[in-house]
Every structure is written in C-alpha cells, then in structure tokens.
C-alpha cells in the first residue's frame, strides 16, 4: 500500500537553516553570535545579563515614574524651620516638650536672617533635585540604547565605561533619595542672644515639610448664589491648622462687581461663600495661614468655579453687593 503526502513542500523547506524554527529576537542574537567567538559569546550575554537587571531593578522606568510623581508632590509643598532641643528628634516637639520660651531666647533679626538661609537651601534642594532626577533620566535611556545595539562588539570593548556608569548612576540615585528628605539647617551664627549667665540651651534647627493643601474637586460644588468647598492634606497634620481662603469674581463688569473678592481666614477643611452673583465664574485659593516659621510655599492650590443661571426675573447682577463675609460660615455638613 501506499501512502503520498502532498502540499507540504517539504523538498522546498531549508531544514538546514538555522532560522527556520526562530522568532524574531532568536534570528537578531544568533546573527550576533556569528560577530564574536563562542567564549566572547558568553562574555557578552553575562554582561548583557547584568545591564538589564540594573535597569529593570535599580532605574526602572516604573520606579522613576514614582520618582518624577514625588517630585511634583515636592514642588507643591510648604517649607518651615523647626526648632528642636538637640536631644529630640524631628516631629517629637509639642508645646510640653518645647515650650514657646525657646522662642523668646531667640534673636529675632537673627531668625529672620536664617528664614531667608532656609529658603535659598530650599530652593537649591529642589534644583538639585531636579538636576539628579534628570542624569537618572538620561542615564537610563543612554544605557537602554546601549542595551539595544545591533553590534555587540562595541559593547564589549566599552564595558569598562558602562560599568562606571553603572556606578555613578547608583551614587545619583543615593544622593537623590537622600536629598528627598529635608535635613539640618546650615547655621553659621548662634541664634540666642547673651543672656548672661543663664545656661543657653542647646538647640539645632531643620527643615521640615508639609504636605500641600488641595481642594476637594468632587466635593466642592457651587450653587445659584453660594459655593460650597472642601479642600484635605493627604497626611492630615497632628494639630488643627488655620487656613487662608481667597476668592475673586473673574472678569467683572461693572465697578461695584469688582468688590465680589475677599480674603478669609478659616479654621476647617470645609467652608460655604454665599452672596455671590449667579451665573457667573469665581476663582478660589486655598493655602496654610502665614506663620512665622515659614520660610518656602510655591504652590498654592486654585479652583475656578461657575455658580448656576438665577430664575428670569431676578435681580440684576450688578444691583448686588459684595459677598456678606460675616454670614460666609464653614459647612456643617
């Protein structure tokens, strides 16, 4: 009996090849190969090998995207001097521990002097910032071509140069997460003044940070006449804070309309403007309320919000007043 397959080519097919069976990637290295001698071969794929664990570990595209989102988050945050016994550490103090006596038996030109020594560090930290998260960039993506080179004979004889650069990068990435923290305030002069022969105490300052007030976009709605608003801090602080609302009519047209502003100190998260005029589009700010250890606050959140159209008929709106601050209370809701 016998048996004929046909349509399978099979005389045509170059079993011999070594392509034959191969993905894409398989043909590009097995074409590499032929570049290099079997034992240049394996040196190549073990250093290979070790320069993409670097960057799928160590400068990740996912862990700079953190990186770059922490940076942000830094850019938005407010900056103050803490001062602190030498003995605690910082976030330790209330007012048990450090009574407001430390701040009488400083000079107060002198503090003034280290506020602005503050805020020039601060800003420099946050350009260094910025620079190092830059060289991880360009780092990463000149390793990353590198890594994709069709030849891998120049890979081989730049190792040398790709592993100092596997190290400067892993300096660069300490330096940055260590620069994430604010640290010591640089003090050239003695704060307290001679007090004679009371003991002076031993005090050191540092930076501390907070986190950036924001407003609640979901839940800060206006209405015909009123907005209701709510802002947060994402790390809610120990101690209630004191807030600063600002608000302003965008492109008012008549003189009295350019009284619909006002500045509002505010001691809760959540606050209601009322008196406003209807169907017309307010700006509102939110920030902590000045302190004296303030030294660095860039950012400060903005809302744009558009109040709803009044019943045909209503008043005119230039026949209303300015927005009655006194009745403006914070929601109870």
């Known amino acids: 009996m016998n048996f004929q397959v046909t349509g399978l080519a099979l005389d045509k097919m170059k079993l011999d090849s070594p392509h034959s069976f191969l993905d894409a990637e398989e043909v590009e290295e097995a074409d590499d190969q032929q570049l290099l001698e079997p034992e240049a071969w394996r040196t190549y794929v073990e250093r290979r090998n070790v320069l993409r664990e670097f960057l799928t570990t160590d400068l990740s595209p996912q862990l700079l995207k953190r990186h770059h989102a922490r940076m942000q988050l830094l850019k938005k945050c407010s900056y103050y001097i803490e001062i602190l016994p030498k003995h605690l550490a910082l976030g330790d103090q209330n007012p048990l521990v450090?009574?407001?006596?430390?701040?009488?038996?400083?000079?107060?030109?002198?503090?003034?002097?280290?506020?602005?020594?503050?805020?020039?560090?601060?800003?420099?930290?946050?350009?260094?910032?910025?620079?190092?998260?830059?060289?991880?960039?360009?780092?990463?993506?000149?390793?990353?071509?590198?890594?994709?080179?069709?030849?891998?004979?120049?890979?081989?004889?730049?190792?040398?140069?790709?592993?100092?650069?596997?190290?400067?990068?892993?300096?660069?990435?300490?330096?940055?997460?260590?620069?994430?923290?604010?640290?010591?305030?640089?003090?050239?002069?003695?704060?307290?003044?001679?007090?004679?022969?009371?003991?002076?105490?031993?005090?050191?300052?540092?930076?501390?940070?907070?986190?950036?007030?924001?407003?609640?976009?979901?839940?800060?709605?206006?209405?015909?006449?009123?907005?209701?608003?709510?802002?947060?801090?994402?790390?809610?602080?120990?101690?209630?804070?004191?807030?600063?609302?600002?608000?302003?009519?965008?492109?008012?047209?008549?003189q009295q309309e350019c009284t619909q502003c006002g500045i509002v100190p505010v001691a809760a998260c959540t606050f209601d403007v009322h008196n406003l005029l209807p169907n017309r589009t307010y700006k509102f700010t939110i920030k902590r309320a000045e302190s004296y250890t303030l030294v660095y606050e860039p950012w400060r959140d903005s809302l744009t919000l558009q109040t709803m159209p009044g019943p045909p008929g209503g008043p005119a709106p230039s026949r209303l007043g300015k927005p009655s601050l006194p009745l403006t209370t914070p929601s109870e809701r």
């Not at 260094?128 to 590198?146: F, I, T």
């Not at 891998?152 to 592993?163: I, N």
């Not at 660069?172 to 003090?187: I, K, Q, S, T, Y």
């Open 98 to 254: 450090l009574p407001n006596t430390m701040f009488q038996l400083i000079d107060p030109w002198k503090f003034q002097r280290m506020k602005k020594v503050g805020t020039a560090q601060t800003k420099i930290q946050l350009l260094l910032l910025g620079d190092l998260l830059e060289q991880l960039d360009h780092g990463r993506a000149a390793l990353d071509a590198l890594l994709e080179a069709p030849d891998p004979r120049p890979f081989l004889t730049g190792w040398g140069l790709v592993e100092q650069q596997l190290a400067d990068l892993s300096v660069v990435m300490d330096n940055f997460l260590a620069m994430m923290v604010p640290g010591h305030l640089h003090v050239k002069h003695r704060l307290v003044s001679d007090i004679g022969a009371t003991k002076i105490p031993h005090i050191r300052l540092m930076l501390s940070t907070k986190m950036p007030v924001m407003f609640d976009r979901k839940e800060s709605v206006a209405h015909q006449d009123w907005v209701s608003l709510r802002w947060f801090v994402t790390i809610q602080p120990a101690a209630p804070e004191q807030y600063e609302l600002r608000f302003k009519l965008l492109e008012p047209r008549t």
